[in-house]
């Protein structure tokens, strides 16, 4: 059941329809669903939209309102509901009738009858042929299972807008038609309407496609093609930092980091059931020698063949390898989104071969893990979910029942809490997905905790127990960040681009008064450098003031001002991002600062 306020939200779409049609009399109509936080409708229009059209629809949407048409709903015979969109020159709508239709005989195949005829079941328990349902507001009608709002009165109209412009292919396929998506949002007061709206220009300004350009992190050159980004020094310092740390921290775990190729023959991937299961999400083969290799779209089958090479003993086990690894998925373009939605990531990616009797410790073991991964990159918040068996899987119930329960075991006596997502697993087993929640509020994947039986029996894995027996190891499918990518996306905009000193690609700029301080500058950046410090002498020809402000667009942590007095008194004058003027200071007290802060990681 929908709740109060995606009924809202799902009326306002309806209205927008309407609308359209109002404004283009041959507008045909596609979907128009509910989205988290809104909605959005798609039609195939006589010309493109431009974003001056919004408010002209806003104030059709208002007068809809204001003349509190109700909703009805009405029943009609599918084949009916054919004729009448069809005369009604919607074919988007015939045809999402006609797929209902093949659901319908696919899901309740026509039984004989006592007289030797065929009796096609009810959809849904309503007698006789199929029915669709559909709704009339006002003239317009659509085609929709609702429910609906009572009347267009009950939407306030100063409580929602439309928000975007945007492409969208008829049923997500680039194969197909681009319609124009329309985005909005509805809300149950204005004062909410203003809350959402400010916290999205705040997302706007954090946008880290916006950041990466403006700092200089990455960017997406055409010629590469969608979703593969080119990183600049700026931002694969912010990388090369957050991968140092991880690689320690796994090599204090008794993790041994490893590498794999990029590409390897499709046999691999039939093996596992990749080609079989994720089969959309692959590149297509490309041939060497006669032979067809794929670019690899997960890094456990090399795991695999390490843990293969040599006899391993129950004494071994459990054996941990971690890979930085870089794997290609095909995503549509339409999908693409800046580093958080890309078609070649970097995986922080590990695999734990374990014995029976080890799962839940080691389950436990990377939840602490993700624990000080999540809190040592500044997210204070994270929401559990434990995945169960997906409708295409493969494998045992006994093992799933097996996977399910030592994950839940584990979160138990972690006591971390979770929710249970139904047949959100992955084909070869359950996992646990741990959701952040940054900085304003928006949750996107992070760690992840796979229990796998099927891999090790499908390659053939083994170790001799204690009674000199070939057992099967379980594996162990875990990531404590995500993709490379996406998380330093997500963390560029959780800190809207002002890093803390430790990540930032820059976390001291000098400024030199003038030319004559220059060389004083210089003396001061290498007594930093020897320390580590990442440091900048600024000698662009400008006053001190738009030094400052530079320093300060760039968002670096630390500006240090130089003139005559910090000469003659062998100091700088600090500035803090966020604090403004802290005064003079000694260069080796600055020193001592900056150097226990990138230490604890404040």
């Not at 946008?207 to 979703?227: A, N």
């Not at 000193?501 to 060389?519: C, F, K, T």
């Not at 990442?534 to 030094?547: A, D, F, L």
Request: net charge neutral.
């Amino acid at each position: 059941m929908e709740n109060k306020l995606d009924i809202l939200r799902h009326s306002t779409s309806h209205i927008l329809a309407a609308a359209v049609l109002e404004m283009f009399p041959e507008a045909k109509f596609g979907i128009g669903p509910t989205i988290e936080n809104g909605f959005y409708y798609d039609f195939d229009l006589p010309r493109t939209l431009i974003p001056e059209d919004l408010p002209l629809l806003e104030e059709k949407m208002r007068t809809i309102i204001k003349q509190n048409f109700p909703f009805e709903q009405q029943e009609i015979d599918a084949k009916k509901a054919i004729e009448l969109f069809k005369k009604a020159g919607q074919p988007y709508k015939v045809k999402l009738i006609k797929d209902l239709i093949a659901e319908n005989r696919k899901q309740n195949p026509p039984q004989p009858s006592l007289k030797g005829g065929s009796n096609s079941p009810p959809l849904g328990g309503v007698r006789g042929d199929l029915l669709v349902t559909a709704y009339k507001t006002g003239t317009f009608v659509d085609l929709c299972r609702g429910p609906h709002l009572d009347s267009t009165g009950e939407i306030k109209p100063d409580a929602f807008k439309l928000l975007k412009i945007a492409g969208a292919y008829w049923r997500g396929s680039e194969k197909n038609k681009m319609l124009q998506r329309i985005y909005g949002t509805a809300w149950e007061s204005k004062k909410e309407l203003d809350e959402y709206l400010k916290k999205l220009a705040e997302a706007e300004k954090r946008d880290h496609r916006k950041l990466g350009l403006e700092l200089d992190l990455f960017s997406f050159p055409e010629l590469c093609g969608g979703g593969l980004p080119v990183w600049h020094p700026k931002g694969s310092q912010v990388r090369q930092q957050i991968e140092n740390f991880w690689k320690a921290e796994h090599e204090k775990r008794g993790y041994a980091i490893v590498y794999s190729p990029h590409i390897a023959k499709i046999d691999i991937w039939k093996k596992s059931g990749h080609w079989e299961f994720y089969r959309e999400n692959l590149y297509s083969p490309i041939k060497i020698d006669e032979e067809e290799y794929l670019l690899k779209p997960m890094n456990c089958p090399f795991h695999i063949f390490i843990f293969q090479h040599q006899t391993r003993s129950y004494k071994d086990l459990p054996i941990r390898y971690a890979e930085l690894g870089t794997v290609y998925r095909y995503e549509r373009s339409g999908v693409l989104h800046g580093l958080t939605r890309v078609r070649g990531f970097t995986q922080d990616d590990a695999h734990i071969f374990c014995r029976p009797d080890q799962i839940k410790n080691e389950i436990i073991d990377v939840l602490n893990l993700a624990g000080l991964m999540m809190e040592t990159f500044g997210f204070k918040k994270y929401k559990a979910y434990l995945s169960t068996r997906p409708q295409k899987s493969i494998g045992s119930p006994e093992n799933w029942e097996k996977a399910t329960g030592a994950l839940e075991a584990a979160l138990k006596e972690a006591k971390v809490k979770y929710e249970t997502d139904p047949g959100e697993g992955v084909f070869y087993g359950p996992k646990i997905d741990i959701k952040i929640e940054d900085a304003l509020g928006r949750e996107w994947q992070g760690p992840t905790i796979q229990v796998d039986f099927n891999f090790p029996e499908r390659f053939e894995l083994n170790y001799i127990d204690e009674k000199g027996k070939k057992q099967q190891p379980v594996m162990i499918h875990r990531t404590v960040l995500g993709s490379m990518e996406r998380f330093v996306g997500v963390l560029t905009e959780h800190y809207a681009g002002a890093f803390p000193v430790w990540l930032a690609p820059e976390q001291v700029w000098i400024l030199p008064v003038g030319s004559r301080h220059e060389d004083y500058a210089f003396e001061v950046a290498d007594l930093l450098k020897a320390q580590g410090i990442r440091v900048k002498v600024s000698q662009e020809n400008e006053t001190i003031g738009k030094k400052i402000r530079a320093g300060e667009l760039q968002k670096i942590p630390y500006l240090l001002v130089v003139g005559d007095k910090e000469i003659d008194a062998d100091s700088v004058a600090v500035r803090e991002r966020g604090k403004g003027d802290l005064g003079a200071m000694k260069v080796e007290k600055f020193i001592e600062k900056i150097s226990e802060e990138i230490k604890e990681k404040k």
